[in-house]
């Protein structure tokens, strides 16, 4: 059973960078086969997905924030993580790591999430 | 960009069966997936690839994708059902991945 776990500061001032790793259990990011993604949820208010990544470093960006996020893998301890530059108080929400598998990009596991606050 | 829309909003009486909707244009041509999210937890995929179920998810949900509507179906509801239900797809032609905006199902 694969599991997801996001970690990271909960709590970030605006104009900095918001960095969260997502730890992978019970699966090899490094087998291949499977996207490894990032979608936040602004409170009371739908998905939003950030972006994936394969364990090769491909990455596959929203527009919307591309210019401000950067997804990298570590396969020797098995996480994928993302940095959110420049962040503002918008940016309050819950993250999400997950699975996705392709070709259709399903995502079939999820960690827990984790709230992450910008405010001075 | 691509979008899909659901009704903010549904509900049902236990037992009945609830329809939620996601429109996007010619969404038949892609695979659709729906997700569950109770309060306070994670998304759980339910329905994947237009029709099909994960292991653990019970029969009573089944899934259709036809022209510009794909359609979660929840046969004989009961009140754990309750929850925030979204739509995906992955849009190919702009390396994409698009939520629909949720519905939230309310079992009277």
């Known amino acids: 059973q694969v599991q997801l776990q996001e970690s990271g500061p909960g709590l970030v001032k605006p104009s900095q960078t918001l960095s969260l790793t997502c730890t992978v259990s019970g699966g090899s990011i490094s087998s291949g086969g499977y996207y490894w993604s990032w979608i936040r949820q602004h409170p009371g208010k739908g998905l939003e997905w950030i972006g994936f990544?394969?364990?090769?470093?491909?990455?596959y960006y929203n527009p919307s924030l591309k210019s401000r996020v950067t997804i990298s893998v570590d396969t020797s301890k098995n996480q994928f993580s993302l940095k959110l530059s420049s962040v503002t108080a918008a940016d309050t929400a819950v993250f999400y790591c997950a699975r996705v598998k392709p070709p259709a990009m399903d995502f079939d596991y999820w960690g827990q999430g984790t709230l992450v606050t910008v405010s001075s | 960009s691509y979008v899909l829309a659901q009704p903010p909003s549904e509900s049902v009486a236990p037992g009945q069966t609830a329809r939620i909707t996601c429109g996007g244009k010619?969404?038949?041509?892609?695979?659709g997936h729906w997700y569950q999210q109770k309060p306070g937890q994670a998304p759980v995929l339910v329905v994947y690839?237009?029709?099909d179920r994960p292991s653990g998810i019970p029969e009573r949900f089944s899934g259709s994708n036809s022209g510009n509507t794909a359609t979660l179906t929840i046969s004989r509801v009961e009140a754990g059902d309750e929850a925030d239900y979204y739509c995906?797809?992955?849009?190919?032609?702009?390396?994409?991945?698009?939520f629909g905006g949720g519905t939230k199902l309310t079992v009277l």
């Open positions: 010619n969404i038949g041509s892609k695979s």
């Open positions: 690839d237009d029709s």
């Open positions: 995906q797809v992955w849009d190919s032609s702009s390396d994409l991945v698009v």
């Open positions: 990544i394969y364990y090769s470093g491909s990455t």
